[in-house]
């Protein structure tokens, strides 16, 4: 299979409502909770993006599509090995967005405890050191979310690119992939709190006891 849509927009500007919503239209999606219960063998693939020497095919076995971190990152290169598929930039308000994440995937504690783990190095490579380190400095982040969003825009064709706000719903994302518009609401997934549970509980327990591992 090869991926047929790039979800380019960081985690926490809608990735797991679009996530629904492509699952809806028919395209199998990857996104960060596709990626952690995979284990570690798996994170060792986001490793080796990490050292320019990726098996995309491999990460994405079983899916069309890929949204949200760490897959985000690496839009780039995922439209160069891809290049039929089209890109989706899921945006929001910046300031609204460093909020979110510092309240969810950048919380302190949460950053704190990753290194000494298992998901610690293919965080690092794939999330961290796009943010060089600064995980938690306001203006640093909200300064490297306006350059991804630029970037995106400067490096993906315009006929490729659809800049995406989860609240325009269907239309303008069936019209993009030229698909009837659903007879159903948009999915709207607000899983701050699901989040927050599932990070403390990992921080509490461990990867192994609270996700499992598929392989």
């Known amino acids: 299979m090869a ?9 926490r500007t809608g990735t797991m409502s679009l996530k629904a919503a492509l699952e809806q239209l028919g395209y199998p999606c990857y996104h960060m909770v596709e990626c952690f219960p995979r ?12 050292q320019s020497t990726p098996d995309w095919d491999a990460i994405f076995e079983g899916f069309t599509a890929t949204v949200d971190f760490p897959a985000c990152t690496s839009y780039g290169a995922l439209a160069s090995y891809y290049p039929d598929a089209k890109v989706v930039l899921t945006v929001r308000a910046p300031e609204k967005w460093y909020t979110s994440v510092q309240n969810t995937i950048f919380q302190k504690e949460w950053i704190d405890f990753l290194p000494g783990t298992d998901a610690g190095a293919y965080m690092k490579a794939t999330i961290d050191d796009y943010f060089d380190g600064r995980m938690h400095d306001r203006d640093h982040l909200v300064r490297r979310f306006n350059e991804h969003v630029s970037s995106v825009r400067e490096n993906i064709a315009p006929e490729r690119l659809l800049v995406f706000e989860v609240a325009d719903g269907w239309e303008p994302l069936c019209e993009f992939l030229e698909l009837p518009v659903p007879d159903m609401p948009f999915p709207n997934v ?3 709190e699901a989040v927050q549970g599932i990070i ?11 996700l499992g591992y598929k392989g």
Do not use: Y
């Open 3 to 11: 991926l047929d849509i790039i979800g380019a927009g960081f985690g």
């Open 39 to 50: 284990g570690p063998e798996h994170w060792r693939l986001w490793e080796q993006v990490g």
């Open 190 to 192: 607000n899983d701050t």
């Open 200 to 210: 403390k509980a990992i921080m509490e327990n461990g990867f192994q006891a609270v």
